[in-house]
């Protein structure tokens, strides 16, 4: 049902529900015309029926999202979120928000590298700011 509640707001408006307006997530009580094909829906709606509050109090649907972690390419580059809702532009270039620091600091986003003391394999990487 989420799915579906996802699919039809996306193809009405364009956006998915985790950036959506209070507005929209303060009409929870629509998803109950779907209790009969959801034994989840059915139940709170049951319960919702047996309590007055219901008729004043609002429902709301609750928005949950889940990012990608951090993509770490053969070239220590980090790939950040796809589809990022808050890139920024930064000298001429577009620049994940949640990393402008880097840029700031070091003047590009720091790569990841082994350790140059002792076998690769028993190193973690570690952060460096290194050219391009």
Not at 71 to 100: E, I, K, V
Not at 113 to 119: E, I, Q, S, T
Request: charged letters at 20%.
């Amino acid at each position: 049902m989420v799915e579906l509640a996802q699919t039809m707001h996306h193809l009405r408006t364009g956006r998915y529900l985790a950036y959506a307006p209070p507005k929209v997530l303060r009409r929870g009580r629509s998803m109950f015309w779907l209790a009969p094909f959801d034994a989840g829906i059915r139940q709170a709606a049951g319960r919702a029926l047996r309590d007055p509050r219901i008729v004043t109090n609002r429902v709301h649907l609750q928005s949950v999202m889940i990012i990608q972690p951090i993509d770490l390419l053969p070239d220590g580059r980090q790939n950040m979120c796809d589809g990022c809702p808050d890139m920024t532009a930064w000298n001429g270039n577009l620049a994940w928000s949640c990393r402008l620091e880097e840029c700031l600091q070091f003047g590009q986003f720091v790569r990841t590298v082994p350790r140059c003391d002792g076998p690769a394999s028993a190193a973690p990487p570690r952060a460096v700011a290194s050219p391009s």
